[in-house]
């Protein structure tokens, strides 16, 4: 049994009226692949967005390796090794693919304020690694052609890989991945599957939002289902679509 | 003693409803397009101008001049929306700010050349012997101010309440896709809350104009105080700008009349910047204001 | 917010020829007034720069620059003129007041996602401007300050249009070194990233509220240089130039020119502070005109003559070549 790396424990959030999540619980163990399913609407990005420090969770709590992490923003949450991606793309449009990339490394590599302004030697030699770093990933990913070109003049599947590839460069402990599948095509699809579980063998623990089922199921160790806010399920991916409350919100009534 | 806080009190309240009317204007044309319009002043300005002209100059009466103001300067208003917002699209917040400031300059620079540098005298409504009421000198004036932004305030809020286009504005504030798609002619309506918001703004100026003179100039401080008006009573609420406008006059004719006269002007952005800092969303704002 | 085009190299050869030209325009442009305007688009260049970084590199805006500008200005103004301070002291005064005072400010109006910054900074803007008014024992209210001792360095005083129009280049060009290098680096990447998709940058470990604050307080230093400069050169000062008009002024030159380069501002600050010169051609409706060209340049070029000129050019040599 491998050691607990996220605690979510009786998370909730509401907006004014609205409870987006409801009471969730879950562990994320290490070097597993996990996967949250569920309908439009059913709380899987906000939940992802309470994990990632982005939401502020109304109640609950939240465990990184044990620590407390319940309050932390974002950047801080980034800067101990949760990284992420985002439902709709979140690259910086107006930077090249490698500068995106470089983004994900300065979380831990970078020059000093004043070696930058003045330029002194290690600022050289700490931009140089950086970018080296920096490449090593794009060609993980089979992209590092296409390291100067602008993002925002990528074609979409390419870009997903970019983010991908900027999300790896923060050499994650836990990799959020918000609907990862969408928008690609079959070909693209499988590289990503092949690519997921690359991660997974290096060492990184992966929690994903999918809608694809047949990635879902073929990926994931486990999964929890969302409905309304609320977990209904959590098993493997074969108890899950048997599970009767499942196969109800998928499907409707009868 | 009471004839003293009463005279500051009235004074509150003069420049008060100014302010609540200049911050209905922003309010509408907020909800309407998501601007904030820097030009507002100059709407108040030119109602203050047009009257004089009207006025002084061809010897109308009173109230003809007054309904001919509004219109002019409504005319006006539509013509900035068409020829400024409009093609301005999907601009991003910093050029349309940009672009309502260059409005704002170049109503100013047309109104030094039209009607000069120097302050005009604007007739009063009904004289001018002050009306005595508790040991207070009332201007009677003032009661005009009040009562003509009184009514502006209750025809705006009609307005969006009962007719079909205030509704249909509303529709635009919160959904403009889907107003859209109901058949709701924003455009039109965009152009409406602009001759709305300069029709009032006019209103408000043509009526203080007899109290201070009038000049090119005297739109901008009050566009920006009706500006911190809003922000006090939560931009993009009408009851908000309304209740904000009378607060923040009254307590600027208290604070110049018992803190301090030379700093009046201050009063209004400190409360500005107390309001961003503690409640940025104002008393009546809508909505969480999203904290990163 | 765009890329900023051409790798650092191009960044060096462009400084370069500018130094090159300002050595042309220095050598022969003899009457004082002309150069009096090259000084004084120097001394505004510096302050749109920093202005620059906060609009282009970290998306925000800011309505009250002009208070930053008339701090470095006063303070340089007073210290000097009423307790004999070394000028250059005062200047670092100056940039020490401002770095408090875009702390308090930005503190508090940079925690809010959206344009708060501008409404603060418009307040805090014009609340200074009536301090400057109304302080008047210090500041010698609305009538202003006279007599601000000229800088020295050495036993040279800088007293001529020539040596300061050196002078304020001179500074320029350091800026904008140090300007080239913060935005090629670590940092500047995160500026960009923050200004591009703060959600994005957050997930990124950039504390984009502290990297605000950092850019904001940047910027206002450069605006309170440029106003000791601006001091110690017209030798006289009042609250009028310190304004919300002056603020506007910064705010356009930045857009004008381009808000996603550094030239930009350079560009911008030439253009509008010498379009005046060309206007009084049009005497009375100089304002008119200023007005007209701010609207017009922003529909059809919003962002900014650099870009959009870039643009155009990409345009017609597509046109060219599609036969």
């Known amino acids: 049994m491998s050691e607990v790396l996220l605690n979510v424990k009786n998370i909730s959030k509401r907006f004014g009226g609205l409870i ?104 050289f030699k700490k931009e140089k690694e950086a970018r080296d770093f920096a490449l090593e990933k794009l060609s993980l990913l089979g992209i590092s052609d296409i390291a100067d070109k602008k993002c925002g003049d ?101 | 003693m009471i004839g003293q806080i009463l005279q500051f009190l009235f004074s509150g309240l003069t420049n008060g409803a100014v302010y609540a009317v200049i911050a209905l204007g922003f309010t509408i044309i907020y909800n309407a397009t998501d601007v904030i319009n820097f030009a507002q002043g100059e709407f108040v300005m030119l109602g203050a101008m047009f009257m004089y002209t009207f006025v002084h100059f061809l010897s109308w009466p009173v109230p003809i001049s007054f309904v001919a103001t509004i219109i002019c300067v409504a005319i006006i208003g539509m013509l900035v929306e068409f020829f400024t917002i409009r093609p301005a699209k999907n601009a991003d917040i910093i050029s349309l700010i940009i672009i309502t400031i260059g409005v704002s300059i170049f109503l100013r620079g047309v109104a030094m050349m039209v009607w000069g540098k120097n302050p005009v005298a604007v007739p009063p409504f009904t004289g001018s012997t002050p009306i005595v009421f508790m040991g207070a000198a009332i201007d009677p004036q003032i009661i005009w101010v009040l009562v003509i932004t009184l009514i502006a305030m209750i025809f705006t809020q009609w307005f969006f309440k009962y007719t079909i286009w205030g509704k249909a504005m509303r529709a635009c504030a919160v959904n403009k896709k889907a107003a859209k798609l109901v058949g709701i002619k924003v455009e039109r309506l965009v152009s409406l809350s602009f001759a709305l918001s300069a029709g009032i703004s006019a209103a408000a100026g043509a009526v203080m104009a007899p109290i201070t003179f009038a000049s090119y100039d005297m739109g901008t401080m009050l566009g920006l105080k009706g500006f911190c008006a809003a922000v006090l009573g939560g931009l993009g609420s009408g009851i908000g700008s309304i209740l904000g406008g009378f607060i923040l006059g009254i307590l600027e004719a208290f604070g110049a009349g018992y803190i301090s006269s030379s700093y009046k002007d201050a009063f209004a952005f400190l409360i500005l910047l107390i309001v961003l800092f503690l409640k940025p969303q104002g008393l009546l704002g809508q909505g969480e204001v999203d904290k990163l | ?146 007599g601000i001792p000229m800088l020295k360095l050495f036993n040279f005083t800088f007293d001529t249009s020539i040596s300061y129009f050196c002078l304020v280049w001179a500074v320029f060009i350091i800026l904008m070194l140090l300007s ?18 703060e959600a994005a940058a957050q997930a990124m470990g950039v504390n984009t509220h502290i990297a605000k604050l950092i850019v904001f307080i940047i910027s206002a230093i450069y605006a309170s240089l440029a106003g000791s400069l601006y001091a110690h050169f017209v030798t006289f000062i009042s609250p009028a130039s310190f304004g919300f008009i002056c603020s506007i002024k910064m705010v356009t030159m930045v857009a004008i020119g381009g808000m996603g380069t550094l030239w930009g501002a350079l560009l911008g600050t030439s253009i509008l502070v010498s379009l005046p010169e060309f206007l009084t051609v049009f005497s009375d409706y100089d304002v008119l005109v200023y007005g007209l060209i701010l609207i017009v340049v922003m529909i059809f070029m919003p962002e900014g003559i650099i870009q959009g000129s870039l643009k155009l050019f990409r345009r017609f040599r597509y046109k060219e070549t599609n036969v």
């Open chain 1, 20 to 123: 987006a999540v409801d009471d969730i619980s879950f562990y994320v163990r290490a070097g597993q692949i996990k996967a949250i399913i569920g309908p439009n609407g059913s709380g899987k990005t906000t939940l992802f967005n309470l994990i990632s420090g982005h939401y502020q969770p109304t109640s609950g709590s939240l465990y990184f390796y044990g620590f407390n992490i319940t309050k932390w923003p974002a950047w801080k949450s980034a800067s101990v090794g949760i990284a992420r991606t985002f439902q709709n793309l979140a690259l910086f449009t107006n930077m090249s693919v490698i500068d995106n990339v470089l983004m994900g490394v300065h979380i831990h590599t970078k020059a000093g304020f004043l070696s930058s302004l003045f330029r002194f030697p290690t600022f």
């Open chain 1, 154 to 254: 990528l074609p979409f599947g390419l870009q997903r890989l970019v983010e991908m590839a900027r999300a790896l460069a923060a050499e994650p402990r836990l990799l959020l991945l918000d609907e990862p599948a969408s928008g690609l095509d079959i070909h693209d699809r499988n590289r990503l599957c092949e690519i997921i579980r690359q991660i997974r063998d290096e060492g990184i623990t992966i929690l994903m939002v999918e809608h694809d089922m047949n990635i879902t199921m073929s990926l994931a160790e486990e999964v929890i289902v969302l409905d309304s806010g609320k977990k209904i399920c959590e098993g493997s991916p074969k108890e899950v679509q048997r599970d009767p409350e499942v196969i109800r919100i998928y499907l409707g009534e009868g």
């Open chain 3, 1 to 146: 917010m765009n890329i900023q085009f051409g790798s650092i190299k191009y960044q060096y050869i462009g400084l370069f020829l500018l130094a090159i030209l300002l050595s042309f325009i220095g050598l022969f442009v003899k009457n004082d007034y002309y150069l009096n305007i090259f000084v004084l688009i120097g001394i505004q260049a510096i302050a749109v720069l920093g202005l620059s970084l906060l609009m282009g590199y970290a998306g925000q805006v800011s309505l009250g620059h002009a208070a930053f500008y008339g701090l470095g200005a006063y303070a340089s103004g007073i210290l000097t003129l009423h307790y004999g301070f070394n000028p250059y002291l005062a200047m670092l005064c100056g940039i020490a007041i401002s770095a408090v005072m875009a702390l308090i400010v930005g503190l508090p109006a940079l925690r809010l996602k959206g344009h708060y910054l501008a409404m603060a900074t418009l307040g805090f803007g014009i609340i200074i401007n009536i301090c400057f008014k109304e302080m008047a024992s210090l500041t010698g209210g609305p009538s202003g300050l006279v």
């Open chain 3, 180 to 197: 080239i290098h913060l935005v090629n680096s670590p940092f500047g990447r995160a500026f960009r990233a923050l200004g591009s998709n």
